[in-house]
């Protein structure tokens, strides 16, 4: 093999285990995100069902205080 044909290979090899990092890197924080917005939908859900349930206050069955 020439020289220059093994600089290029090894250009190419650094290049390859450059984007194989950046792809398990970005494939890491994409866990991570997918992971925040479950929670994030169910914290959601939660506060649809808990404003969507009747106020239930005590003092409607009284009689207003000047009866």
Known sequence: ???SD???INELEAK???QEDSIERLSKEL???QIEIIKLK???AQMKELNDEP????KS???PPHY
Not at 55 to 58: E, L, R, S, T
């Open 61 to 63: 069955d009284e009689k």
């Open 55 to 58: 106020i239930i206050d005590g």
């Open 1 to 3: 093999m020439l020289d």
């Open 16 to 18: 390859t285990v450059f």
């Open 6 to 8: 093994s600089k290029r």
């Open 31 to 33: 866990r991570i995100q």
């Open 42 to 44: 169910d914290e959601l």
